[in-house]
């Protein structure tokens, strides 16, 4: 009865571990799409930072260049498993600003493009705000996973005591 169980376990453990592979590919895809349309286009995502009316002007052009590279490289990061933690952390912190500058654009009451780069013309509202998270549950399964499982460079065992 312990061997069946101990399999059990093991292939639980297995599935566990594919399950926050995909994920964290998921979550990385998601990231990269986002960044591409910005990364072409940093006038009009400029623009859609401009509408938040919340950062300093002249601002918008350093975050609209600065903001889809890092996007983008914490999406490869998440996708090709590279420094994974340092990623979806980053990815977290992201989304939790990405949901506070939405929030506080529907609590004035603006009606404008979310400038998220996933779907074109999304305007921000409670759909965009479930969506990030939903976006942020998969990068904090990812962040508490024990096992670096298909992963290049991932913490130390020393690193993690």
Not at 76 to 96: F, N, P, Q, R, T
Request: hydrophobic residues 55%; positive net charge; glycine residues 8%.
């Amino acid at each position: 009865m312990d061997w069946k169980q101990f399999t059990f376990k093991q292939k639980f453990m297995n599935l566990k571990n594919y399950l926050i592979v995909v994920i964290r590919i998921l979550l990385g895809a998601v990231f990269l799409w986002a960044s591409i349309d910005k990364i072409i286009d940093p006038s009009k995502f400029a623009r859609d930072i401009s509408n938040y009316h919340i950062i300093p002007f002249g601002l918008e052009n350093i975050i609209a260049i600065v903001l889809p590279w890092l996007e983008f490289f914490i999406g490869s990061g998440l996708i090709l498993g590279i420094l994974v933690d340092g990623a979806v952390l980053l990815s977290g912190i992201l989304l939790i600003a990405f949901n506070v500058l939405i929030a506080q654009a529907m609590l004035r009451g603006f009606n404008i493009d979310c400038g998220c780069g996933l779907k074109e013309g999304q305007l921000v509202g409670v759909e965009k705000l479930l969506e990030n998270f939903v976006f942020l549950g998969g990068a904090y399964l990812v962040y508490l996973r024990k096992n670096k499982f298909l992963e290049l460079y991932p913490k130390s065992e020393l690193s993690d005591k």
